[in-house]
């Protein structure tokens, strides 16, 4: 069999400035890798989750993608890789918990988690406890008749107790824990101790049709002891005693439920204290709580759809509209957004981008100064405004003729009280993505992936020998 290798990790170099701009790649002639999830230690070692395809030979050893096309890999902060787990089953969420990792692992039926085999009746997922040497400690999962159970987030507290955010359709159970459909759709939050073992769940519920109720995203863990929970809604929604609703509005032919992001708070007992709308219209990507007890969501936003507030969100009682895009008939693009909100959802600071297509921030990070970090990707062209500054105009390297041209990545710093500080983008002619970023050390790594004639920050490289490369960014 013809070997390939297994990633192309194209690593530039930045200061947190405007700094000279430098790159070197890793396992290169890569046919086909992308990065989704990324996790750093204390000593900054990097984990991370992705996939290939084909066959690749790492420190001597040759890995098979029909052995399991996912993996999970440790690297050192120059990206050297250490190790390297195959996996059936996709890495949809990565966490460092000293002394070990977590991975969310999602599958269908079944798979095979480092050896183990993993069944299900429908879809399920597991929860995977890997040391930092790469061997596996435990697995965790719902009950083997659990139906279609989904996780979208997993975080810890101080004490290393775990928090996972998902959804069910008819029924979940953890252990002896186990809640069953009261709505179209159901969300749960689960606490396990540390050792995996779980403490206590939690029930969220919504909407009596397909295009109503509630879609978790993330989470996040605040000093307060405090478990922030963010999704949509749309509907009547119920977050244990607290119950919320969306505007609904009514046409010729009948109404339709606005969509909003939410924000749910939670104590360390799985009790819901509170439940708000912070932004109507739009989709929600990840979540942070800065060191005052402000929140900070990333995403996207469309605006309404009626001609009242057409293409307009609220964020808290800001208006903010949406760009308007000529070539999809002149109707509102999807614009991406990083905003900061009081605990009670008043708006504090908004940026969002203003290129004429669409665009979505895919992850959020902070730094310890405070400032903040969103990365995502856009079609066509982008560009950013705050309340300092204003950056258009920034022209898309793939085919910007289509109607959703191959989209660029894009990077953006924000200070804590909401200027921009800078914007980095760019990629090739193919489709390239910012997935997923973290902090650590004062040092940004972003992960993705890119193809074709890759310029990024103004600097090129040519790929055009390979379809998708894995990306990994460190500012």
């Not at 890793?26 to 290939?52: E, H, P, Q, V």
């Not at 050390?441 to 992936?449: A, M, P």
Request: glycine residues 10%; charged residues 15%.
């Amino acid at each position: 069999m013809k070997k390939i290798l297994f990633i192309f990790v194209f690593v530039v170099a930045l200061s947190h400035a405007h700094g000279q701009t430098n790159f070197f790649t890793m396992f290169d002639n890569c046919k086909l890798s992308m990065l989704t999830r990324i996790a750093a230690d204390n000593s900054n070692n990097l984990y991370i989750g992705g996939s290939f395809s084909g066959a690749v030979t790492i420190n001597s050893k040759e890995y098979k993608s029909e052995d399991g096309r996912h993996f999970l890999c440790k690297t050192d902060a120059s990206g050297n890789i250490l190790w390297v787990v195959q996996s059936s089953a996709v890495v949809y969420d990565i966490l460092f918990r000293n002394p070990d990792i977590l991975v969310l692992l999602p599958y269908n039926v079944s798979a095979n988690i480092m050896g183990q085999t993993v069944s299900s009746a429908k879809d399920n997922f597991c929860l995977l406890s890997i040391s930092c040497e790469g061997t596996k400690n435990w697995i965790f999962a719902p009950e083997y008749n659990s139906d279609n159970v989904h996780a979208t987030a997993v975080k810890t507290d101080a004490e290393g107790n775990i928090y996972i955010l998902g959804e069910f359709a008819n029924s979940v159970a953890f252990g002896t824990k186990s809640l069953s459909k009261i709505d179209e759709r159901n969300a749960y939050l689960v606490k396990l101790n540390k050792s995996g073992s779980v403490q206590w769940l939690s029930q969220m519920t919504g909407g009596n049709s397909f295009i109503t109720g509630i879609w978790t995203q993330s989470m996040t863990y605040s000093d307060s002891n405090h478990i922030y929970v963010t999704g949509t809604i749309a509907g009547n929604c119920t977050f244990g005693s607290n119950k919320i609703s969306t505007k609904q509005y009514y046409f010729s032919n009948g109404g339709i439920y606005a969509r909003a992001v939410f924000v749910a708070t939670y104590n360390s007992r799985g009790i819901c204290s509170d439940v708000k709308i912070f932004i109507t219209e739009a989709d929600v990507a990840d979540i942070n709580v800065d060191k005052s007890g402000n929140i900070v969501l990333a995403g996207h936003f469309k605006g309404a759809v009626g001609d009242v507030d057409f293409a307009t969100s609220y964020f808290g009682e800001t208006a903010v509209k949406a760009t308007i895009d000529p070539i999809a008939g002149g109707g509102p693009s999807e614009d991406s957004y990083v905003a900061k909100f009081t605990p009670e959802g008043k708006s504090i600071w908004t940026v969002r981008s203003t290129g004429s297509s669409t665009d979505r921030a895919m992850s959020l990070a902070s730094a310890p100064d405070g400032s903040v970090y969103i990365s995502g990707f856009s079609f066509r062209n982008m560009g950013f405004s705050s309340n300092n500054k204003k950056i258009e105009n920034m022209v898309n390297t793939g085919n910007s003729d289509k109607e959703r041209a191959d989209g660029d990545f894009y990077i953006l710093k924000v200070s804590s009280d909401g200027n921009i500080d800078w914007f980095k983008y760019g990629g090739g002619a193919g489709s390239d993505r910012a997935n997923d970023m973290i902090v650590s050390s004062n040092t940004l790594y972003v992960c993705g992936f890119m193809s074709g004639n890759v310029v990024f920050d103004k600097v090129s490289k040519n790929l055009n020998n390979t379809l998708y490369n894995a990306v990994l960014i460190k500012l």
